[in-house]
């Protein structure tokens, strides 16, 4: 559920959650969902995340987020945005210890017995939980190749880039939307925009793939 699901602004839902509000909490982190899916898989490798799953450490960092507000001190969608990304970087680096200290002479063993080469399915996950990711049986494979190819692409992009684009292109919101949330200018946002999609282009197949 988004803002304009709910009738109120990021911003207003930000006001409403420091507070008290569990309600309007809840729809904000949910908004932050696929950016902090995001970042997961940015952060980990492709070894880490056959065994980190980014969908694991992003409930973390929501239940922190709970536990936590009364310390947030912004009033912005963006100033909570970094508030999250703040404690999503520590869980993250969390997890990379505690995999390193405590499985590292088996990783290699266990990842072949419970992955399937190449599998990425777990940092695929933020694309999966976008609105309009499902699709029919037919187009599950073409699906799956475009999620890769842009997942892999995105990686290549500034975060804010990525960010920017995955909010227009995948969740479909307007450019208002997107500066409230990224706390940015009508001008700068569509800069970002424009140079992310002219790298975008240098790197996939935009015919061929669903979200443009």
């Known amino acids: 559920m988004t803002a304009n699901d709910s009738g109120m602004s990021t911003t207003q839902l930000v006001v409403a959650s420091k507070a008290g509000d569990n309600e309007a909490l809840g729809r904000l982190l949910e908004q932050y969902r696929g950016y902090l899916l995001m970042l997961a898989h940015r952060y980990l490798s492709e070894r880490l995340r056959r065994r980190v799953d980014p ?25 909570f945005s970094g508030w999250l990304r703040g404690m999503l970087k520590n869980n993250v ?9 405590t499985q590292k002479r088996s990783m290699n063993r266990e990842v072949n017995m ?8 777990g940092g695929a996950a933020w694309i999966t939980q976008l609105p ?18 842009l997942l892999n692409a995105l990686h290549e992009l500034p975060e804010t ?12 919101l307007p450019l ?6 990224m706390g940015k200018s009508d001008t700068a946002v569509a800069g970002l925009l424009k140079r992310g999609l002219q790298k975008l282009r240098t790197l996939i197949d ?6 443009w």
């Not at 409930?59 to 922190?64: R, S």
């Not at 990711?133 to 190819?149: F, L, N």
């Not at 880039?161 to 479909?172: C, D, F, K, T, V």
């Open 55 to 79: 969908s694991d450490i992003v409930q973390v960092t929501f239940l922190e987020a709970k536990q936590d507000l009364a310390n947030f001190r912004g009033n912005t969608p963006a100033e």
């Open 93 to 101: 680096a969390t997890a990379v210890t505690r995999h390193v200290m």
């Open 114 to 121: 419970n992955s399937p080469a190449g599998d990425d399915s």
């Open 132 to 149: 309009g990711s499902s699709t029919s049986p037919s187009g599950v494979v073409i699906r799956e190749e475009a999620v890769v190819a």
């Open 161 to 172: 880039q990525a960010e920017a684009i995955r909010l227009r292109y995948m969740e479909g």
């Open 176 to 181: 208002a939307e997107i500066v409230e949330r």
């Open 206 to 211: 935009t015919d061929t793939n669903p979200w």
